[in-house]
């Protein structure tokens, strides 16, 4: 008797929870963003502590070939404050203990083993994520950034754009 108790209490704080999860447009743990004005919807959304800045989190955002097997793109967002808020996307790095939040978007090939090109934020875009819900494990807001190809690195494969620019990003993740 007393597990069915049980089974009664999850089941009705789970239908309680549930009833509490910010309208925001998008279902749990899912993100669509504009690239070039075309549609992606990644297959693999994440939302993760930041190893560097212990009061920031990280979304990483995977978009895989038409198998679903490969990854074939991902578009990065780090050491993004653990609070809501508008947060300019600057120039950094992952390892830099710096209070920037950072982006980076990078194509992969062969099947997911061979980086191809990578982009780094335009600095005169409006490049931003705006976090307009974070409660515990959950975030949710919205983002855009332009990209170039690295200047360092060069372009490897000639057809690929010089300019990456994402637009009308939005997501609703929970904290791996």
């Known amino acids: ?32 963003f504009l690239l070039n004005d075309s549609s ?23 978009v895989f070939d038409p198998s679903g097997v ?13 609070k809501t808020g508008k947060f300019q996307l ?19 090939s062969d099947q997911g083993d061979v980086l191809e090109e990578v982009y780094i934020l335009e600095e005169s875009a409006d490049n931003f994520i705006d976090v307009t819900y974070y409660q515990q494990e959950t975030s949710a807001g919205s983002f855009n950034a332009t990209f170039i190809i690295d200047p360092d690195r060069g ?5 690929s754009p010089d300019t990456i620019r994402i637009t009308h990003g939005e997501f609703y993740l929970k904290l791996e």
């Open 40 to 62: 992606r919807a990644p297959k693999t959304e994440r939302m993760f502590h930041n190893t560097t800045i212990p009061d920031a989190f990280d979304l990483d955002f995977s």
């Open 90 to 108: 600057e120039r950094t790095t992952t390892q830099d203990n710096d209070n920037k939040t950072g982006a980076f978007y990078y194509t992969l």
């Open 155 to 159: 372009k490897t494969n000639p057809s």
């Open 1 to 32: 008797m007393k597990s069915y108790t049980w089974i009664s209490v999850v089941c009705l704080l789970a239908i309680h929870c549930e009833k509490e999860k910010p309208d925001v447009g998008v279902n749990l743990g899912e993100s669509m």
């Open 70 to 82: 490969w990854p074939v793109e991902s578009f990065y967002i780090f050491k993004i404050p653990k």
